[in-house]
């Protein structure tokens, strides 16, 4: 489970306007059962919500610190890794620590995020590893971004007018026929449909059922899909 060390208690997105004045910078760790050192990070709101700890990372990456003691090998071991709507980079940079063998791993925001995602992979020393990135959902993607193994996407289902663009992305970015997409995922409100029924003409979706704590989340509206392209025909 997670420990943390600093002060998350900010208001969901509903009301994120009205508390928005009321936020400050902080810095601290956060420590994750089975994970043996904490990821050292900054939380800032003033870029957008992006910037702070949302709960559907600390549940994907308790997922993937668990999975990855259960078999022989590292889980992501040579794998290209690139994460979508990063904000404090928190899964990305903890996905580097659980796999330090991984081949690279691209931790991606609007500009916004940029300076706090590159504040706190040098809070960890990752920068040989981790490269912050802007990737704006929906447009033209670079040639850097094609051909990863492995996307990761912690609760970027929120604003409806994002569910066209995020979509295009995720299509994008799947060049690679054997690419997955780790999409965890809290239910918010019914216009979520929409996002699904949309995505499932271009994706197959899965839920991932090994999680220990599936049962626990799950009852509390969270969602951890593995999800890849269909197969043209």
């Known amino acids: 489970m997670t ?48 910037g702070k700890i949302w709960e559907c990372a600390e549940i994907i990456v308790n997922y993937f610190v668990w999975k990855n003691g259960q078999g022989e090998g590292s889980l992501f071991k040579d794998k290209t890794i690139i994460e979508i709507g990063a904000g404090t980079g928190l899964v990305g940079l903890a996905v580097a620590k659980i796999c330090p063998d991984l081949k690279q791993l691209i931790i991606t925001d609007q500009i916004a995020m940029m300076d706090l995602m590159q504040e706190n992979t040098k809070l960890n020393n990752l920068g040989h590893l981790v490269k912050p990135k802007i990737l704006n959902w929906g447009e033209e993607i670079d040639q850097e971004f094609l051909g990863a193994d492995v996307i990761l996407a912690s609760d970027c289902i929120y604003m409806e007018e994002a569910f066209i663009p995020l979509i295009e992305t995720f299509f994008a970015l799947t060049t690679n026929k054997n690419a997955i997409i780790y999409l965890m995922y809290r239910k918010r409100r019914n216009a979520d449909k929409r996002f699904f029924q949309m995505a499932k003409k271009k994706f197959e979706f899965t839920d991932i059922m090994d999680d220990p704590n599936r049962d626990v989340y799950t009852r509390r509206g969270f969602r951890l899909f593995a999800v890849k392209r269909k197969a043209t025909k």
């Not at 208690?9 to 508390?19: K, M, N, S, T």
């Not at 050292?40 to 870029?47: F, K, R, V």
């Open 3 to 50: 420990s943390l060390e600093i002060n998350t208690d900010i208001a969901e997105y509903g009301d994120f306007i009205q508390r928005e004045q009321e936020v400050v910078a902080h810095i601290g760790a956060v420590n994750f059962e089975g994970l043996n050192e904490p990821v050292l990070l900054s939380q800032d709101l003033s870029g957008g919500c992006g």
